[in-house]
Each structure stands twice: as C-alpha cells, then as structure tokens.
C-alpha cells in the first residue's frame, strides 16, 4: 500500500511490557484500530485491561484534583472514550471503527487492512514484518518491543 512508520521501543528483561503499551495506546486511541501480537493472547489481554483500568483512576484523581472547568471538560471526554474501548481476543472483524485486539504470531497473515497500529510483542520473522506493511493503511505505526538487559 503506502508508507508506514516503524517504532522500535526497547524494554528491560525484568520490566514487564504493559505499562508502556497501555501509556503509548493511550495516545493513538483515537486514530483506530489496533493490534497486538504476542504469544500469550489471554495473559497479555488480561494485563493490558488491568493497566488501562489504572490509567483511568489516574485520570480520575486528576479530574478530582483539577479546577480547570476546560481541563476537567477535556478529562471527562477522555475517560469516557478509555471506559467504552473495546479490548478483544482475535481478529477485529468487518466494520470496526475502534478497539485493541490481541491475536497470536499465527494469526498475522490476517490482519486487516483497517489497522492503525500494529504491536508486535514476539520475535517475528523480518518477512513477516514486510508482510504487515504490506497490507497496513498508509500513515499506520508498525510498533516493534525489543527486549534488552538494560545495565544502569
């Protein structure tokens, strides 16, 4: 199709990987449909939920903590739009507009075209990243976690 971005985040072994997908989901919500693939489709799912219900209590806290009417008008969208997010086990089907999927390193051939981004959590083969920027809308992020032992 057309250009995609690739982001490359590098994450310490001893560090799990959720809190960082969850902040950096966070804000690309709104530009649609996204994919994780990992190899533990459930327990990264169940992860994932936990850690995005902490990021709504935060952004709760700082509602209740704010004075700003704006502040709190803009805060009140954003919690509303993170309570209705759809996070799913497999494939999105036809129609979707919104939502995370969590889906298997088998499943990749299938992802769909409406895919805004795209977290890859496994090591995959580099075909199969060609693959997936194949078949993912222009202006897509194709994001790769690399695991490293960070020393510091």
């Known amino acids: 199709m057309g250009k995609i971005f690739i982001e490359t985040r590098v994450i310490d072994q001893a560090t799990p990987v959720t809190p960082d997908l969850a902040r950096h989901f966070l804000l690309r919500e709104r530009e649609g449909i996204a ?7 459930s327990g990264m799912m169940a992860a994932f939920a936990k850690r995005w219900k902490r990021l709504v209590i935060a952004m709760r806290v700082e509602r209740a903590a704010t004075l700003s009417a704006e502040r709190i008008q803009t805060l009140n969208q954003q919690i509303r739009s993170m309570e209705r997010l759809r996070i799913l086990k497999g494939l999105p089907p036809e129609g979707t507009i919104a939502g995370i999927y969590f889906i298997s ?9 409406l895919c805004a981004t ?3 959590l496994e090591e995959i083969k580099t075909d199969v990243t ?4 194949q078949c ?3 202006g897509s992020l194709l994001v790769e976690y690399k695991r490293e032992t960070i020393v510091g």
């Open 35 to 41: 994919v994780v693939i990992t190899g533990n489709v």
């Open 105 to 113: 390193p088998k499943q990749v051939a299938e992802v769909s075209a």
């Open 118 to 120: 795209v977290y890859v």
């Open 130 to 133: 060609a693959q997936l920027s």
């Open 136 to 138: 993912m809308p222009p």
